[in-house]
C-alpha cells in the first residue's frame, strides 16, 4: 500500500476538526483519504493511516463510520477500515485491517517485548523445579515432557530451547492487533499482543501477553480481567474479573467468576470458575466451578473437583515443595482434602480428609475414602459407577475447539492400553495381597492407604470383568471386517497385526503406555522422541507438533499390538496361531463381562430414581403429588438416555459375540 502526506488542505481541514500533531509531514496517509473521518485526534511520532471506509454497527443499534474519534495516537500504523474513538493513549501499535478500538485507557509498548512468550511458569513445585516456558504454540504433550520427565536433564534443555527460540521470534518494539479484532471499553493494556480475530472487552488490565483468536474460533476476554505474563488461544473465554499471574490459557478454555490462578497451565477444555489454583498443571477437561476450591501443587487432567476441594502442599519444613497427581478422570467429592504427596489413579473418586500421602496409582476406578483418620481404598468400584462411564461418554461431546489446528491431542474413551495396564497392575497387586493377608485382618496397608480385605475379591473381579470386556471389545473389532466371507487365511493375517516393537510385548509382558496429558502413547515410542530432542533432530516446536501428532494417526495399530501381547498370555499362543474355538472363549469371555457389568451400571443408574431420590418433591400435596412432580421433572429410568444406551449397549454386545462366534465355529 502506498502512503502519502498530507495536502495543506487536508491538514486545515484536520485542525478545524479538532486535530492536532507535532509534526504534520509525519502523518501519512493511503489514497483515498477521507478528512472527515478524523476529529478531536493528536497525532505525535510517525503514524500511517490506511484507507477509512465502511461503518461499524455499535452494541445496541447505531453506527459509527470507520475513522479515528477523540484519540491521542502517537508512532502506530492503522489499517484499512480501523476505527479508533475515545483511545487516550495509543502507542507502538499496528492495527491490522478492520481493526476496532473503542474506549481504552491505554494501548501502549514499552521497550521490547516477547508479549508472554519465554514467561517462566513454576508448575506443581512452587520452588520451581518444575518449571515451564510459555510460547503461543504450547501444547499439553510438549508442556507434560517439559514438567514430569525433569529426570532427563538433556530432555529439558531441549524443550526450553525450542521454547526459547519460538520466544525470540515473537521479540518486538512494536505491538500489533491482528486483523478482525476489537478491544472495547478496556482499561490498561501494555505490551499485549492481539489476535487475530480477538474480542477483549471491559478487560481492566493486561501486562506482557498474548491473546490469540482464528477466524473460526475467536479468543474472548472480558469485564474486569486482569493477566500479567500470560497467553491465551482460540475458542477461550476469560471473564468475570479472572485473576492470571503467569498462566497460559489453551484454546476452548472457560474461565470466569473472579477466578483466580498463579503459575498455572489450562488446557483444551477446561473450566475454571470461581475458586483458587496456584502452580497447577491442568490438563484437557479440568473443571472446578466452586469458590471454595483450591487447587495447588497438582497434576491433573479429566479432573473434577468437587466443592470446597482443598489441596496442600505445604509441610511447614522446606516449603511448598509438594506435588500431587489425579490421573485421568479422577474427581473429588465435596469438601474433601488432599495433603501432598499423593498419587491417584485414573477415574477415582476421592473424598473425605486424607493428611497423610499414599500412592493409589495403580488401582485405578477406586473410591478413596476416610475412616478414623485412615485413608481406606475400595479398588475397581467405579468401574459400575454410572458416573465413570457417563464422564468418559460426554469429553467427546464438549470439545468447544473450532480452531482448524487442534494444538493438544486427546485420546477419549475409558478403556485403553493406558487404564488397561493400569488394571492389569492393579490385578496382579490385589491377587498378590488376598493371597498373604491373613483371614482374621480387617485393614490391608497398601502404598500409605488400606484396603479392606473383605472387599479384595469384590475388586479382582471388577478388574477382571475390565480386562475380559476390553480384550473381547478389541477382539470383535478386529473381526468384525472378515464377516461373513472370510476364512482362516484372513482371520490369521487380520490377528497378526503390526511388529510387536510398536507398543506391543517384551520379556515382561504388554509394554507400557503413558498418558501425555490428554494423548495414551507407547512408553518405548515416547522414549524414542525424547532421544531424538536430546540429539537435536527435532529442530522446532512445529516439528516437534508433527511428531505428536504421529503417535495419535498410528495409536490404533499400536494398541492392537499391546491388546495381541495380553491375548497371547491369556490364550497360552499369539492370536493367530489360537483355535477359533479359542478365540470365540474370548468373545464369550467379552459377552458375559459386558453384560454383569452394563446390569450393575442400570442397577447404579437406578438409584437415581429410587424412593429416596423422590425426597423434597411435590413440596405441596401428598404421594400422588410428590409421584407427578418427580416424573414432570426427572422422567422414568426407561426415559434417561444413558439408561436407554446402556440397554442398547448389552444388547449389542450379545448380538455382536453372537455373530463373531458363529463365524468362528464355523471356521472349524
Avoid at 124 to 150: K, P
Wanted: proline share 4%.
Amino acid at each position: 500500500m502506498g502512503f502519502r502526506r498530507l495536502t495543506a488542505a487536508e491538514r486545515r481541514a484536520l485542525e478545524a476538526q479538532g486535530c492536532a500533531s507535532e509534526s504534520w509531514e509525519r502523518v501519512l496517509v493511503a489514497e483515498p483519504f477521507h478528512a472527515d473521518r478524523l476529529r478531536q485526534v493528536r497525532f505525535s511520532g510517525e503514524v500511517r493511516i490506511g484507507r477509512l471506509e465502511g461503518e461499524v454497527e455499535l452494541p445496541g443499534g447505531g453506527r459509527l463510520l470507520r475513522g479515528l474519534y477523540n484519540s491521542r495516537i502517537h508512532d502506530c500504523s492503522l489499517g484499512d477500515g480501523a476505527l479508533v474513538a475515545d483511545a487516550r493513549w495509543l502507542s507502538g501499535y499496528d492495527l491490522e485491517e478492520g481493526v476496532q478500538v473503542l474506549d481504552v485507557g491505554l494501548l501502549a509498548m514499552e521497550g521490547e517485548s516477547c508479549f508472554g512468550n519465554g514467561a517462566r511458569l513454576r508448575l506443581l513445585n512452587e520452588a520451581g523445579g518444575r518449571s515451564l516456558l510459555l510460547h503461543d504454540r504450547l501444547s499439553a504433550q510438549e508442556a507434560y515432557l517439559a514438567v514430569m520427565h525433569r529426570h532427563r536433564p538433556a530432555l529439558s534443555r531441549a524443550l526450553e530451547a525450542l521454547a526459547e527460540a519460538q520466544a525470540a521470534a515473537r521479540r518486538s518494539a512494536r505491538g500489533t492487533v491482528r486483523r478482525g479484532s476489537r478491544i472495547l471499553r478496556c482499561g490498561s493494556l501494555r505490551n499485549v499482543a492481539v489476535g487475530p480475530y480477538a474480542i477483549l472487552e471491559g478487560v481492566a488490565l493486561l501486562e506482557e501477553g498474548t491473546v490469540r483468536g482464528s477466524p473460526e474460533d475467536p479468543c474472548y476476554l472480558g469485564a474486569g480481567v486482569q493477566a500479567r505474563h500470560f497467553i491465551v488461544l482460540s475458542g477461550s473465554r476469560v471473564e468475570g474479573g479472572a485473576l492470571l499471574e503467569s498462566c497460559f490459557v489453551g484454546q476452548g478454555v472457560l474461565m470466569h467468576g473472579q477466578f483466580s490462578a498463579e503459575h498455572c497451565a489450562f488446557f483444551a477444555n477446561s473450566e475454571a470458575f470461581h475458586g483458587e489454583a496456584v502452580a497447577v498443571f491442568a490438563g484437557p477437561y479440568t473443571v472446578t466451578h466452586h469458590r471454595s476450591t483450591l487447587l495447588i501443587g497438582a497434576c491433573v487432567s479429566f479432573f473434577n473437583a468437587g466443592s470446597g476441594t482443598n489441596q496442600s502442599n505445604h509441610l511447614y519444613k522446606l516449603g511448598p515443595v509438594h506435588q500431587g497427581i489425579m490421573e485421568r478422570g479422577a474427581k473429588t467429592g465435596s469438601d474433601a482434602y488432599l495433603l501432598w504427596p499423593a498419587r491417584v489413579g485414573p477415574f477415582s473418586t476421592v473424598v473425605g480428609k486424607h493428611h497423610a500421602g499414599f500412592d493409589a496409582g495403580d488401582l485405578p476406578f477406586s473410591h478413596i475414602g476416610e475412616d478414623g483418620g485412615r485413608t481406606v481404598i475400595t479398588p475397581g468400584v467405579n468401574l459400575v459407577n454410572v458416573g465413570s462411564r457417563r464422564d468418559a461418554e460426554k469429553w467427546p461431546a464438549r470439545d468447544r475447539r473450532r480452531d482448524p489446528e487442534k494444538l493438544d491431542l486427546i485420546s477419549h474413551g475409558l478403556f485403553n492400553p493406558f487404564t488397561a495396564g493400569r488394571i492389569r497392575r492393579g490385578l496382579e497387586l490385589l491377587q498378590r495381597l488376598a493371597a498373604e493377608t491373613p483371614a482374621e485382618r480387617e485393614l490391608v496397608p497398601c502404598g500409605g492407604a488400606h484396603l479392606r480385605r473383605l472387599m479384595l475379591k469384590s475388586s479382582i473381579r471388577y478388574y477382571e470383568q475390565a480386562l475380559a470386556e476390553y480384550l473381547g471389545e478389541r477382539l470383535a473389532a478386529r473381526l468384525e471386517p472378515l464377516v461373513p466371507g472370510g476364512g482362516m487365511e484372513e482371520l490369521r493375517r487380520a490377528l497378526a497385526g503390526p511388529p510387536e516393537t510398536a507398543g506391543g510385548a517384551n520379556d515382561d509382558g504388554p509394554e507400557e503406555w503413558w498418558d501425555l496429558a490428554g494423548l495414551i502413547a507407547p512408553a518405548a515410542e515416547v522414549q524414542a522422541l525424547e532421544a531424538e530432542l536430546e540429539s537435536g533432530q527435532v529442530g522446532s516446536v512445529e516439528e516437534l507438533a508433527a511428531r505428536f501428532a504421529c503417535l495419535e494417526s498410528a495409536s490404533s495399530e499400536r494398541e492392537w499390538a499391546w491388546c495381541r501381547s495380553l491375548l497371547r498370555e491369556r490364550l497360552g499362543a499369539a492370536p493367530e496361531e489360537a483355535s477359533p474355538e479359542r478365540l470365540a472363549g474370548v468373545l464369550e469371555a467379552w459377552r458375559e463381562a459386558a453384560v454383569k457389568t452394563g446390569r450393575l451400571l442400570l442397577a447404579d443408574a437406578a438409584k437415581e430414581f429410587d424412593e429416596r431420590a423422590r425426597t423434597a418433591f411435590g413440596a405441596d400435596g401428598g404421594p400422588a403429588e410428590r409421584e407427578a412432580d418427580f416424573a414432570a421433572v426427572r422422567g422414568r429410568p426407561e426415559d434417561h438416555p444413558t439408561v436407554r444406551k446402556l440397554e442398547q449397549e448389552i444388547q449389542e454386545v450379545q448380538r455382536r459375540a453372537e455373530r463373531l462366534g458363529g463365524w468362528l465355529r464355523s471356521l472349524v
